[in-house]
């Protein structure tokens, strides 16, 4: 079964240094996204992305974060300068396509996620 | 998107029956309910969704009355491996497909 793959599964990071976290999202897949999970709280969305460009996005992805689909494979989302409250599980995910919820194409796959630790 | 209510958490033994109940009163008409499971320190993943009635598939069943207020998320015979969150998300896909977690029911199965 296609799944969605994420490296590294962990990173630590220095306050202030810049991290990229990779996603493989599965193949044939058209949307993709990124979550973010603190420890003990609740899963939140962070930003989606469709025909190389941001489809939305949340407060949390502010000018710190970028994504980029650098080639037909990986999805990519970047930290710009790390913070202390940055340290969490981020998760990737990707769909066929939005269609109608109900649909199939309406399930999100996720990633087994990236445990960042900013020091 | 609607604001969905769930119980924290549950506990249940090897073999029973699970239900889990959401509250969703201002469910719009357009809006669908999706169940997500999440065991710790991996990703959520995708258990069933449905508009109205029942659906069923090869690891849950979903119930929906008709006024939509509601629906029950139902575990046949849940064994130890069944232990995780279950969020419960109500909302449309259309123009935009992001998912909106709560905080989820915290399923224990004891043996």
């Known amino acids: 079964e296609p799944e969605v793959t994420q490296t590294p599964s962990h990173q630590v990071t220095q306050m202030g240094q810049e991290v990229i976290l990779r996603c493989v999202p599965i193949?044939?897949?058209?949307?993709f996204y990124w979550y973010r999970q603190i420890l003990g709280q609740k899963v939140e969305f962070l930003v989606s992305?469709?025909?190389?460009?941001?489809?939305?996005k949340s407060e949390i992805f502010d000018d710190q974060f970028s994504v980029e689909r650098p080639d037909g494979s990986n999805f990519t989302l970047k930290i710009r300068s790390t913070k202390l409250e940055d340290s969490a599980m981020y998760f990737c995910?990707?769909?066929?396509?939005?269609?109608?919820?109900?649909?199939?194409?309406?399930?999100?796959?996720f990633g087994p996620g990236t445990r960042l630790t900013v020091l | 998107l609607a604001k969905t209510t769930q119980p924290i958490s549950m506990d249940s033994y090897e073999g029973q029956e699970v239900n889990i109940t959401c509250s969703h009163n201002?469910?719009?008409?357009?809006?669908?309910i999706t169940w997500y499971q999440q065991f710790p320190s991996q990703g959520p993943r995708f258990i069933i969704q449905?508009?109205?009635t029942k659906v069923t598939n090869e690891v849950a069943s979903l119930f929906i009355p008709a006024d939509r207020k509601s629906s029950t998320l139902s575990l046949p015979r849940v064994s130890l491996s069944d232990t995780a969150v279950y969020y419960c998300?109500?909302?449309?896909?259309?123009?935009?497909?992001?998912?909106?977690f709560g905080t989820g029911t915290l399923l224990a199965v004891q043996p």
């Open positions: 995910a990707s769909s066929e396509d939005l269609g109608l919820a109900g649909e199939k194409g309406n399930e999100q796959f």
């Open positions: 201002n469910i719009a008409t357009n809006d669908y």
């Open positions: 992305f469709y025909n190389n460009e941001i489809s939305e």
């Open positions: 193949s044939n897949h058209l949307y």
């Open positions: 449905g508009y109205k």
């Open positions: 998300l109500v909302g449309y896909g259309g123009a935009t497909n992001k998912l909106i």
